[in-house]
């Protein structure tokens, strides 16, 4: 059946500078805001605007992605005509192949793609958070005629170089395009949104697997070659929120975001919801010994202890007497009593035991802004009464460690 | 369980519930902060293992039709079995209303046929109660009963609070030997759980049976007229368990949630207990909130003081708003510096700016869905 515009969320990187987080699950899959998860974003918006086809392109530690996801019931796109596809790499004749690049995994599904025989391609990374409306930005390409739409969100000068910067004319379209450049010339950042004339990117994916010189990728390859061939291309300017969580400290800041009074991405805007698969867990217990200011607490959480300007989420537990500031606590995971957490991310389904200091600041480091970030990485049990230095990356058990950190106690004693 | 077929009756009329029923069923009164009561024994039976459950409906019955949809929520949304949604309707033969449960099963006969399970677990749906039926229907098969009923030992009550319900005694090997409904002077402590189990055949018979006589009532002229001929056995329920005829039974059962030891039986982690899904973001506490001993659902925000009370999904409580040993439902306001005390506010209900309410916990004021203070 034809669909005049169908979506392909490339979900299959790693997220290397997440380190620990991505040890056993996909960027995209990393839980966000209390109860979702990174990919909610993009799987929402497209429902949220119209776009019920959607191709979902893993290969990095894709089983807790493909569970999550299933046939699409939470973002009700469990369709009988459409809907979405799971795409891992197969086989093809003798050999299969791994993804090579962004262009590379879009090239090796064209025929799902041609299934659908579509008029145009929206192209959308699995890790970013924002709400968009895909819609709004379809009219702009058809209304611009263009081969290309890149969608764009002015970042800061100082921050311009991590991103791919576009270079535009008066009327938009994009004259110069570089990925990740020294000395940026504008401030435009591509936000990985783009929408191809399917018969057009269809070439270009085609000449560029030919090419053995290429990384096959959408930002290093098939752009820039698209716009020194000289391709109609224009840039869709963004205004709302939207953050690449590809770091440690913009997961963190991402979700702090959320605390802000009012924050730039509403969560409750009711015609635009963020759909999540829904764990049917009782709503959250927060007890008498308690103390919760500025957070965000998901369900199934029970708080005994203080939780200050912190994300909490699904089926946490925070024991008495503990305190969590400035941190982010993923699902299932168990603050025993009597713990004290400061600027940390805890990584889904951890149990730290009682007493212990996470995040402890043993040196003077300057104020809490600047302050570095702990991470405890997924299912790690933490025995009663551990240190873990503020900054530290935990990505095993840390019973046996308990030892030296005891005596870093008695030091700090 | 898959050889048991479950029926759900939700028709009754409860004089004592009518703010939360002008505009729905009792078995659609929201309730712990996200359910609705049907949410409970149909989670039990689905959790037993049931896969065809009947959901008998008379009054009002839109507001749960809405809830329970096609099943999705409670996976039973099958191609074989699932849910079936049962309302009342006009042919020839009957007049399109439920005379008494009796009646409902009766017009809806047809669907007990076709239906391919040995046994049916027929109940009520006002009780509030976390179980699997697996071992009522091994008691069931063990004893050779003919009908089993699930009770409840209330030896934490005085017998005189009891005549509301129906009382059963049995001899020492459960069997009932007699059986008072709503008795002024009730004869034991054991109390009908309004759940029982018998085989389909037997069903059918004794609805058509009680039907072709001009008698509608299940316990009264079925179980009643019956247990010195049919062999009716009492299986003791140990868990906790509450049933809600009133305003102030269902406000007990609410805060009684507050308990950890009454929401470990109720959610224990190997049998969810199910609901419609609103895709509600997590809850917001926001800079001057100071929230203790609550239960608090998600998509509420929170800016003021919530005390011993329940907060359903969507509420936002205003700045300087004080609410106490409260019931609050989905998407109610309320506002700033306003004042509530043993308070049950309905659904999409608006407290302005520095109003004050109080009840109290004996007699809890109820506001019905959608008023404006």
Known sequence: MRKELIAMILAGGQGSRLGVLTKNLAKPAIPFGGKYRIIDFALSNCINSGVDTVGVLTQYQPLLLNSYIGIGIPWDLDRVNGGVTILPPFIKGKQGEWYKGTANAIYQNINYIEKFDPEYVLILSGDHIYSMDYSRMLSFHKSKKSAATIAVIEVLPSEASRFGIMNTDDDGSIIDFEEKPEKPKSNLASMGVYIFNWRILKKYLIDDAGNSLSKNDFGKNIIPFMVRNGERMHAYPFKGYWKDVGTINTLWEANMDLLEYNPKLNLYDKSWRVYYNNPALPPQYIAQSSYVSSSVISEGCMVYGDVDHSIISTGAYIGEGSIVKDSIIMPGSIIGDYVEVNKCIVAENVTIGNGSKIGLNTRNMGSSKKLPITVIGQNIFIKENSIIERGAIVDCNYEEKTDIKKKAEEALA | ?373
């Open chain 2, 1 to 373: 369980m898959n050889d048991v077929m479950g029926i759900i009756k939700t028709g009754g009329i409860y004089e004592g519930l009518k703010e939360l029923t002008i505009s729905r069923s009792s078995a659609a009164i929201p309730f712990g902060g996200r359910y609705r009561i049907i949410d409970f024994i149909l989670s039990d039976m689905v959790n037993s293992g049931i896969r065809n459950v009947g959901v008998i409906t008379q009054n009002n019955y839109h507001s749960l039709m809405d809830h329970l949809g096609s099943g999705k929520e409670w996976d039973l949304d099958r191609k074989k079995d699932g849910l079936f949604i049962l309302p009342p309707y006009v042919t020839t033969k009957n007049s399109g209303w439920y005379r008494g449960s009796v009646d409902a099963l009766y017009n809806n006969i047809s669907y007990i046929r076709r239906s391919i399970q040995k046994y049916t677990l027929l109940s009520g749906s006002n009780s509030i109660y976390n179980t699997s039926f697996d071992e009522m229907l091994d008691f069931h098969i063990a004893k050779k009963a003919d009908i089993t009923v699930m009770y409840k030992k209330m030896d934490f009550m005085d017998r005189a609070n009891l005549s509301k319900y129906g009382i059963i005694d049995m001899n020492n090997r459960s069997r009932i030997v007699d059986i008072e409904e709503k008795p002024k002077n009730p004869k034991t402590l054991n109390v009908l759980m309004d759940v029982c189990i018998l085989e389909r055949e037997l069903l059918k018979e004794l609805v058509e049976e009680a039907y072709s006589r001009g008698r509608y009532e299940w316990v009264k002229d079925i179980l009643i007229e019956k247990f010195n001929k049919l062999k009716i056995y009492g299986y003791c329920y140990q868990g906790h368990w509450d049933y809600i005829d009133n305003i102030k039974s269902y406000y007990n059962a609410s805060i009684d949630m507050l308990k950890s030891s009454t929401r470990e039986e109720l959610f224990p982690a190997n049998r969810p207990i199910y609901t419609k899904i609103k895709d509600e973001p997590p809850a917001k506490y926001k800079g001057s909130s100071r929230v203790i001993n609550s239960i608090v659902a998600d998509g509420s925000v929170i800016e003021g003081e919530v005390i011993n009370s329940i907060i359903f999904r969507g509420v936002n409580i205003k700045k300087g708003a004080i609410v106490k040993n409260s019931i609050i439902m989905q998407n109610t306001v309320v506002g700033e510096r306003s004042e509530l005390d043993c308070v049950i506010l309905d659904k999409d209900v608006c407290i302005n700016s520095e109003k004050r309410i109080i009840g109290q916990s004996n007699f809890p004021i109820a506001l019905p869905k959608k008023m404006v203070i």
